[in-house]
């Protein structure tokens, strides 16, 4: 059978966790993400993870997140729509992408809030794509823009006032850094590649 982007994608999700836990040198993972890239059929995408544990069964699909005095985290094996509304009111809210299953190529995310904070962690292989009306706040698209053409899509639309809303494309390498040392490594620019390359 032939593979489908969305195939591509799961096979991926495997190999950055398996590089995350050790299992696969980072080396390892770059020829086994470029193998996926090349496979055209499901069963040459089975041989590029056939030596590493399959991932568990994912959780039921995500659809509303709510922050209100307080804050709520999302991380993990998640299984993601077409659509995550998240609510904010004098709250923060993250939602980690990085292991997710998509369940569509473009995955919009819908921000309404005010007084709080909005933190999307993404692999630097998405497109991200930010449509925002911001009083007194700002929402940005952070990090490497490693986009593969019809690769999947996060588009990030918000409507909010006083608040903080932030993409943050992560690079497979940084698996184990907990957020706050992931935020605190793109603003200081850990993510850009050597000067001279």
């Known amino acids: 059978m032939r593979a489908s982007d969305l195939d591509r994608e799961a096979r991926i999700s495997v190999l950055r966790e398996a590089a995350a836990e050790g299992r696969l040198t980072m ?40 922050a209100v005095l307080g804050s709520t985290e999302r991380s993990g094996r998640l299984t993601v729509g077409r659509r995550v509304v998240c609510l904010v009111a ?27 904070s909005v933190d999307v962690y993404l692999p630097e292989e998405f497109e991200a794509e930010v ?23 996060v588009l990030l639309v918000s409507l909010s006032a006083l608040m903080g809303i932030d993409i943050w494309r992560v690079p497979a390498s940084w698996g184990q850094r907990s957020w706050r040392k992931i935020i605190r490594a793109i603003r200081h620019g850990e993510h850009l590649p050597p000067s001279g390359e």
Do not use: C, K, M
Not at 93 to 108: K, P, S
Not at 132 to 153: E, K, M, Q, Y
């Open 131 to 153: 449509r925002a009306v911001s009083i007194l706040g700002h929402a940005n698209a952070n990090g490497n823009d490693l986009a593969r053409p019809g690769g999947p899509l």
């Open 90 to 116: 004098l709250g923060n809210i993250d939602l980690d992408l990085r292991q997710a299953r998509l369940t569509e190529r473009t995955v919009t995310i819908l921000v309404v809030g005010v007084l709080g």
């Open 27 to 66: 080396q390892e993972f770059s020829e086994r993400v470029a193998g996926v890239n090349s496979a055209r059929t499901v069963g040459e995408l089975a041989q590029l993870t056939q030596d590493l544990p399959e991932q568990p069964s994912y959780r039921r699909p995500t659809r509303w997140l709510l």
